[in-house]
T-cell receptor, first 118, second 114 residues
């Protein structure tokens, strides 16, 4: 089974703190994603990465950065946490070529990190 | 740009009754379509997916979905719900050529009453 793990299930931080959310997958997937989930808004893509050291902005990248130094690990960084970043953060991974190579696989999700910024 | 609409924010169904959750999409090509379920406090789990072929797809936990191109819909159905089906359900479409992004709907919360 594909396993996507996230470093914390619950996290409480203070405004202005630098926050690191870690995600690790064990299936050698090329693509990794960070989403945030808010009631009534569904999942919104923050950043994604399709290879080591590669990253692309998603729909809501403001206030976030990412790091992918190793294939299995994708970190989300809140440089200076704010209360409006209180949310559920979900990491996902998928093998390359979901469409181009007819790969019928899908995105595998971690359990999520519920972040509260006070 | 691709988009997904789930018109029902919250649905309440009696245990044993049938269920249909609606999903409409906008996509420039033949879509790949997915339904995910999220139980309280959990991540998302794939229920089923449509890539091509038979427009009626079977998934896990007794769910099925039907792709209707003419209606741009991919509705999720179950003939008889169980209390354990109470969860939030997300429809997703994608990905685009050149990247692997999926676009998710805003979700439908399902409540089951005895």
């Amino acid at each position: 089974d594909v396993k996507v793990t996230q470093s914390s299930r619950y996290l409480v931080k203070r405004t202005g703190e630098k926050v690191f959310l870690e995600c690790v997958q064990d299936m050698d997937h090329e693509n990794m994603f960070w989403y945030r989930q808010d009631p009534g808004l569904g999942l919104r893509l923050i950043y994604f990465s399709y290879d080591v050291k590669m990253k692309e902005k998603g729909d809501i990248p403001e206030g976030y950065s990412v790091s992918r130094e190793k294939k299995e690990r994708f970190s989300l960084i809140l440089e200076s946490a704010s209360t409006n970043q209180t949310s559920m953060y979900l990491c996902a991974s998928t093998p390359r070529g979901l469409r181009e190579f007819g790969n019928t696989d899908t995105q595998y999700f971690g359990p999520g990190t519920r972040l509260t910024v006070l | 740009a691709q988009s997904v609409t789930q018109p029902d924010i919250h649905i309440t169904v009696s245990e044993g009754a049938s269920l249909e959750l609606r999903c409409n999409y906008s996509y420039g090509a033949t879509p790949y379509l997915f339904w995910y379920v999220q139980s309280p406090g959990q991540g998302l789990q794939l229920l089923l997916k449509y890539f091509s072929g038979d427009t009626l797809v079977q998934g896990i936990k007794g769910f099925e979905a039907e792709f209707k191109r003419s209606q741009s819909s991919f509705n999720l159905r179950k003939p008889s719900v169980h209390w354990s089906d109470a969860a939030e359900y997300f429809c997703a479409v994608g990905p685009n050529f050149g990247n692997e992004k999926l676009t998710f709907g805003t979700g439908t919360r399902l409540t089951i009453i005895p």
